[in-house]
T-cell receptor
Framework: DQQVKQNSPSLSVQEGRISILNCDYT??????FLWYKKYPAEGPTFLIS?????DKNEDGRFTVFLNKSAKHLSLHIVPSQPGDSAVYFC????????????FGRGTSLIVHP | NAGVMQNPRHLVRRRGQEARLRCSPM?????VYWYRQLPEEGLKFMVY????????ESGMPKERFSAEFPKEGPSILRIQQVVRGDSAAYFC??????????FGPGTRLTVT
């Protein structure tokens, strides 16, 4: 049973436009959410996170939105750049425990020049 | 400050052999995590270790898999008597305080 779901395996966007990557979770105990970016043949790199006490967190071109009632979060990339082409993993955890994130299956983003 | 290092990057083993995967955490990090990524899947947690202690091994298969993080040297993930289903990418991550994790480049294990 997947507790973190990324229902879109891939997304294609034109350079300069907005990329929106979605993530849903089922475990109401999750209170800390992270996005990781992964290039081929490399390990995931941390991108941005959000605590459940917030509904938005912004870092440069990247913004994460959290809708607790819907158990849904999204990552917005504006403007999208070709270098953003990668697999994006959504992850969720409970901050009071051992902080081990549960990952979604990832969304492959392709940004076309 | 060097990042998390994993070796080998690629490992080929025949069925029944042993596989040893090594992970050197970032300097000053005492928390190590191992994950497995099967094709078309997300990363699945396997085990969480601190120096000389296994903190959480709830994601480890009950047989053939073991992990250690000795006082000196890298963390080792050992898979005995490998089977084709063990073919995957294995990622190690380290953390200074058990919070944000920094991942290594992974070891791709192929069992023939």
């Amino acid at each position: 049973d997947q507790q973190v779901k990324q229902n879109s395996p891939s997304l294609s966007v034109q350079e300069g436009r907005i990329s929106i990557l979605n993530c849903d979770y089922t475990n109401s105990m999750f209170d800390y959410f992270l996005w990781y970016k992964k290039y081929p043949a490399e390990g995931p790199t941390f991108l941005i996170s959000i605590s459940s006490i917030k509904d938005k967190n912004e870092d440069g071109r990247f913004t994460v939105f959290l809708n607790k009632s819907a158990k849904h979060l999204s990552l917005h990339i504006v403007p999208s750049q070709p270098g953003d082409s990668a697999v994006y993993f959504c992850a969720a955890t409970t901050s009071g425990g051992s902080y081990i994130p549960t990952f979604g299956r990832g969304t492959s983003l392709i940004v076309h020049p | 400050n060097a990042g998390v290092m994993q070796n080998p990057r690629h490992l080929v083993r025949r069925r029944g052999q042993e596989a040893r995967l090594r992970c050197s955490p970032m300097k000053g990090h005492s928390h190590v995590y191992w994950y497995r990524q099967l094709p078309e899947e997300g990363l699945k947690f396997m085990v969480y270790l601190q120096k000389e202690n296994i903190i959480d091994e709830s994601g480890m298969p009950k047989e053939r898999f073991s992990a250690e993080f000795p006082k000196e040297g890298p963390s080792i993930l050992r898979i005995q008597q490998v089977v084709r289903g063990d073919s995957a990418a294995y990622f190690c991550a380290s953390s200074p305080f058990g919070t944000e994790q920094y991942f290594g480049p992974g070891t791709r294990l192929t069992v023939t």
